[in-house]
């Protein structure tokens, strides 16, 4: 595990295991699974992400016209596997101009949805409660979507899929456009070789440290 692992909360360099200590630390939130550096996205990254990860990797399925994978980020380490995965793409907005969709799958307590999307806490709390938004297709089954507000330029929704949270982020807000329409999600562990004909393009900066 490269040293610069970074904590998935608050983007704080991490000490990493040593002699002492099992686990990964930060010095605000303490023991947490480290981000790990993601390079520029390619499907020998993608592939390797899938290949240890213990929760779905989301991608829009298709991927909507001009859309490219723009970042795949993995919150984990050898030893426990990998908790939570972000995928970036970026593709024109319905309404005209660039747009980003991030996308995070992640186990409860991770926390890495909600410091890429700028929210205090690590879980969506109350939010997923009423009537949902709009509904996702993930893997043969209907996901409700529940709006997270904020006052940021972007669009939030949430939910559950077989216990695990997915967050999907669109920016700019005029682009959730997006998420009104029903999407369809594929795991890119289940892909196999079509991984490897998916566009890829240049890293987007949302995962950077902030």
Request: hydrophobic share 40%; aromatic share 8%.
């Amino acid at each position: 595990m490269d040293a610069s692992a970074r904590c998935p909360r608050c983007s704080h360099e991490l000490t990493p295991p040593g002699m002492w200590t099992s686990t990964w630390e930060c010095p605000v939130h303490g023991p947490v699974a480290p981000v790990k550096p993601d390079p520029v996205p390619t499907a020998d990254w993608t592939r390797h992400v899938c290949a240890s990860s213990r929760v779905p990797v989301w991608l829009p399925w298709p991927l909507p016209s001009g859309w490219v994978v723009a970042g795949v980020a993995p919150v984990g380490d050898e030893v426990s596997g990998i908790r939570a995965v972000a995928t970036v793409l970026t593709g024109p907005s319905p309404l005209g101009g660039p747009a980003e969709m991030l996308i995070v799958s992640e186990e409860p307590g991770v926390g890495f949805a909600n410091h890429l999307a700028g929210l205090d806490g690590t879980d969506p709390g109350s939010v997923v409660d009423g009537n949902p938004y709009s509904n996702v297709e993930a893997r043969g089954h209907s996901v409700p979507l529940w709006l997270v507000p904020t006052d940021s330029d972007q669009a939030i929704v949430v939910g559950e899929w077989d216990l695990v949270w997915v967050w999907v982020v669109v920016r700019p807000a005029s682009a959730g456009a997006l998420l009104v329409d029903r999407l369809a999600f594929a795991d890119a562990r289940m892909l196999g070789e079509e991984v490897r004909v998916l566009p890829y393009g240049a890293r987007s900066t949302w995962l950077d440290p902030s």
